[in-house]
């Protein structure tokens, strides 16, 4: 008993061993695919970029997610690496969309993830002036309003004390 144990441990550890050293099996993307800029509004130019594909590969590019389409990836100046461009629409929608790039020469798959924002994060606008919450504020909108408010605060004020004045002397009120 013992020694079957052994035996099926044995193998199964071999077993284990040859899987690590087989190659993997072709299953979806090796590599990466670069999107520049990653996070974009719509209408912007966008830059994909590879070496997936090898050196002097091209491939076909699809933003068809986003609304763009298909486009090409061809050889770049950097060695090993494909290039591509491609245009957001002005109709695209804020969210997250997979580009893919499928390799001419092996039909390798890659993938890249862009970020389509209504605001550009380079060029953020920081809020200016007041909140309507309600509550109003010391300097308001409005200068003669501010002015009224506490002119009928301090008259409040000064009528008070005089009645506090007179009720605390027995006048009465």
């Known amino acids: 008993m013992r020694r079957t144990a052994r035996l099926l441990t044995g193998t199964a550890f071999a077993v284990a061993v040859a899987g690590l050293g087989a190659a993997p099996a072709y299953g979806g993307s090796t590599g990466s695919l670069d999107v520049s800029p990653s996070s974009v509004v719509p209408g912007e130019l966008v830059t994909v970029n590879?070496?997936?594909?090898?050196?002097?590969?091209?491939?076909a590019g699809d933003a068809g997610a986003v609304g763009a389409g298909s486009f090409p990836l061809a050889p770049s100046a950097r060695e090993g690496q494909a290039i591509g461009q491609f245009r957001v629409p002005p109709s695209a929608q804020p969210g997250t969309y997979?580009?893919?790039?499928v390799?001419?020469?092996?039909?390798?798959?890659?993938?890249?993830?862009?970020?389509?924002?209504?605001t550009s994060v380079r060029g953020q606008v920081?809020?200016?002036?007041?909140?309507?919450?309600g509550v109003g504020g010391a300097l308001g909108p409005d200068?003669?309003?501010?002015?009224?408010?506490?002119?009928?605060?301090?008259?409040?004020?000064?009528?008070?004390?005089w009645l506090l004045h007179r009720r605390a002397r027995g006048d009465g009120i």
Request: contains cysteine; proline residues 4%; hydrophobic residues 40%.
């Open 50 to 59: 590879t070496g997936a594909c090898g050196d002097g590969g091209s491939a």
């Open 98 to 101: 997979e580009i893919v790039a």
């Open 103 to 118: 390799c001419a020469e092996d039909g390798r798959r890659v993938t890249g993830d862009l970020v389509v924002t209504l």
């Open 126 to 133: 920081h809020p200016r002036g007041s909140v309507k919450t």
């Open 143 to 161: 200068p003669a309003r501010t002015a009224a408010g506490v002119a009928a605060l301090a008259v409040a004020a000064a009528g008070g004390t």
